[in-house]
């Protein structure tokens, strides 16, 4: 059974910084494409990042490129998201999610959140402007 616990979250002022951690158990962190998905107030969900070493990379979104990233540490089986230089827009709950490498395909698939069959119950970040 897979199981994915986020922490992190907060409330932080625009330009600041925060890492969400994943701590996941039952994945697979050779075979298996871990992620982030968020929803903003209002929004639909939206994916984000992701990191497999089955698929060969990681995966970012236009909205977080050059700002997010995405690490993985399989020794303590935790994934992190280092966010930096945060707007208002980045206010959302932020989902990590998991999925078996075959059913996921290509790092770009990452893009939809529909992606994952496994979350965690997500973390609250919210950016003061």
């Known amino acids: 059974e897979v199981q994915l616990v986020e922490s992190g979250g907060g409330l932080v002022q625009a330009g600041g910084s925060l890492r969400l951690s994943c701590a996941t158990s039952?994945?697979?962190?050779?075979?298996?494409?871990i992620g982030w998905v968020r929803q903003a107030p209002g929004k639909e969900r939206e994916g984000i990042s992701c990191i497999s070493s089955a698929l060969g990379g990681t995966y970012y979104a236009d909205s977080v490129k050059g700002r997010f990233t995405i690490i993985s540490d399989k020794d303590k089986k935790t994934v992190y998201l280092q966010m930096d230089n945060l707007t208002s827009e980045d206010t959302a709950v932020y989902y990590c999610?998991?999925?078996?490498?075959?059913?996921?395909?290509?790092?770009?698939?990452?893009?939809?959140?529909?992606?994952?069959?496994?979350w965690g119950r997500g973390t609250q970040v919210t950016v003061s402007s």
């Open positions: 999610a998991a999925e078996q490498a075959p059913f996921v395909s290509h790092l770009q698939n990452c893009r939809s959140p529909l992606w994952p069959t496994n």
């Open positions: 039952g994945v697979n962190f050779y075979g298996d494409v």
